[in-house]
């Protein structure tokens, strides 16, 4: 099982955001800010557009879900969604949200967060994800 995998069923600890029975959403670990969140499919998929259609449509419409609770949970202008990276095998989106275009920098140095303050904002996001 790769990272990713091990993340989802729980093997692995994370910051839980959202959920079903189909795909997990969790805060980066590296975040570029704060609410910066993971999105991925429970099935083991490297590349994200090795997926079916309606499997891939199914993980926008989750991702989307997600989406509108980060921008509830972290107040900004925008969230951003990007798909990039070759570090991890397992298709995941990134989901930012933004006060500008500079915060979507993956060059920039990363945010060192408490496990507090990771805890409180996953929590947020979850919490906005069920209403
Ligand atoms: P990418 O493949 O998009 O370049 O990188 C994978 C992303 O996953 C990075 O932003 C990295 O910080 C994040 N990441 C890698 N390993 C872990 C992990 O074990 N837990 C969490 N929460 N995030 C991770």
Known sequence: MDIFSKIAAGEIPSYKCAENDEFYAFLDINPLVKGHTLVIPRREVDYIFDMEDDEIARFQ??????AVAVKAACPCVKVAEVVLGLEVPHAHIH????QSEAD???RKEKLKLTEEEF?????KIYSEFKK
Do not use: E, H, S, T
């Open 61 to 66: 419409q989750f991702a989307k879900k997600v």
């Open 95 to 98: 989901l930012i949200p933004m």
């Open 104 to 106: 979507v920098d993956f």
């Open 119 to 123: 805890k409180a904002i996953a929590d």
